[in-house]
């Protein structure tokens, strides 16, 4: 069964940089074609999508996020991480990971249970 | 780039039935059969109950039914029941590989 697991730091200073991993298990990101994703949904708000990435490295991010964010992956160790630059009080949220479809991540089929980074000195 | 428009909050008794609209753009929505509904109880993460418009994964009870017309795309949910209170959130693809969200539509089971 497929699980995902997000990690990192959940208190981080303005202007640093958050950094999230997913750790995947039950299935192996290398092996089949499917595209992964963050998403993030500030305390009591709604959700955000901030990016993702195909199984062959195309990376494709949210236009109000793209100066500051970048997706990458270890496939050694079969996870997917997130890196948010030069963060602010408005980047605290509660950050998910999750599997989309072979096409993309119109459809989010799995996600992680969610982590909370807040952004505060 | 701003969200999809939902309403904050429908409600419904036992065994009613509510819709849920979500209203985009001719640039998402408008433009493409691609759009998820997601269900997100308090404290969880979002599980997609429709997908391409109006498909249900195995599991989601045929309660749940999807649709779209123009710009804006519609969850009906029929004979409510408890369990179904939650928040709902829609998603378009938006062209080059972008994904837009709604903002939420809270659902309570009076």
């Known amino acids: 069964q497929l699980q995902l697991q997000e990690s990192g730091p959940g208190l981080v200073k303005p202007s640093e940089t958050l950094s999230l991993t997913c750790t995947v298990s039950?299935?192996?990101?290398?092996?089949?074609?499917?595209?992964w994703g963050w998403i993030r949904q500030p305390p009591g708000k709604g959700l955000e999508w901030i990016g993702s990435?195909?199984?062959?490295?195309?990376?494709y991010y949210n236009p109000s996020l793209k100066s500051r964010v970048t997706i990458s992956v270890d496939t050694s160790k079969n996870q997917f991480s997130l890196k948010l630059r030069y963060v602010t009080a408005a980047d605290t949220a509660v950050y998910f990971c999750?599997?989309?479809?072979?096409?993309?991540?119109?459809?989010?089929?799995?996600w992680g249970q969610g982590t909370l980074v807040t952004v505060s000195s | 780039q701003s969200a999809l428009t939902q309403p904050p909050s429908v409600s419904g008794s036992p065994g009613q039935s509510v819709t849920i609209s979500c209203t985009g753009t001719?640039?998402?929505?408008?433009?493409?059969?691609?759009v998820s509904w997601y269900q997100q109880p308090p404290g969880t993460a979002p599980k997609v109950m429709i997908y391409?418009?109006?498909n249900r994964p195995s599991g989601v009870p045929d309660r749940f039914s999807g649709s779209k017309s123009g710009n804006t795309a519609s969850l009906s949910i029929s004979g409510l029941q408890a369990e179904d209170e939650a928040d709902y959130y829609c998603?378009?693809?938006?062209?080059?590989?972008?994904?837009?969200f709604g903002g939420g539509t809270k659902l309570t089971v009076l």
């Open positions: 391409e418009v109006s």
């Open positions: 001719s640039s998402d929505v408008g433009s493409y059969n691609l």
């Open positions: 990435m195909s199984q062959s490295g195309s990376t």
């Open positions: 998603s378009s693809y938006t062209g080059s590989n972008s994904v837009i």
């Open positions: 999750a599997r989309g479809s072979p096409t993309g991540t119109t459809t989010l089929n799995n």
């Open positions: 039950g299935d192996s990101i290398s092996s089949r074609s499917y595209f």
